[in-house]
């Protein structure tokens, strides 16, 4: 089911009435809650563990809303509140992603992160992938999902639907590689 992610920020996180308001702007376009994702900073995470944001973090997860931690592994976000705010998938961070096809030490690190997602029923996206080698990489690694350059640079909205298309169709293709088992 396709979804539209949000990056909320620390300000809008501290409005005491946002998941009403949230939930008045689904229903009021017919969406379900989990077609909804909301990204928030892990730092942001880290530094409210209580109080109004904490409880609207968790209010939209109980709604329905799919929370994703952005920029995972800059902050200091201990694995409780990974389960406490009902987070559904780590955006992990650039800095884990470069160079992750030439360097083994980050290599090992995000097998470690890709892990330990797994383990606790975590979906992952991996952010910044500028290169195939990356892509490759985090596919073998086992990362559900990628974004960056590597992917497709931002556009105009007019272009989405033929880019959409060619790049169904270039994924499609390369399905049908490797050996066949009929």
């Known amino acids: ?28 376009f017919g969406l379900t809650a989990q077609r909804l994702g909301i990204e928030v900073l892990e730092t942001v995470i880290a530094a409210s563990p209580e109080g109004i944001v904490a409880r609207n973090i968790v209010e939209l997860g109980k709604i329905g809303c799919q929370i994703d931690l ?26 884990f992603v470069t160079r ?22 975590l979906q992952t996206l991996a952010e910044g992938v500028e290169s195939v080698g990356e892509h490759a990489l985090l596919a073998q690694l086992g990362c559900d999902h990628v974004q ?7 556009m105009p909205a007019d272009q989405m639907v033929d ?20």
């Open 1 to 28: 089911m396709p979804r539209v992610s949000v990056n909320f920020a620390d300000a809008e996180l501290r409005d005491p009435k946002l998941v009403q308001r949230i939930q008045w702007e689904l229903d009021r």
């Open 70 to 95: 952005d920029d995972f592994g800059t902050g200091h976000a201990s694995i409780t509140s990974l389960r406490r705010f009902t987070v559904h998938r780590l955006k992990i961070d650039r800095s």
């Open 163 to 182: 880019w959409a298309r060619e790049h169904a169709a270039r994924i499609a293709g390369a399905q049908k590689l490797g050996r066949s088992t009929g």
């Open 100 to 121: 992750v096809d030439r360097d083994e030490d980050q290599q090992r690190m995000l097998a470690a992160v890709l892990g330990m997602a797994d383990r606790l029923g």
């Open 148 to 154: 960056g350059f590597g992917i497709a640079r931002p």
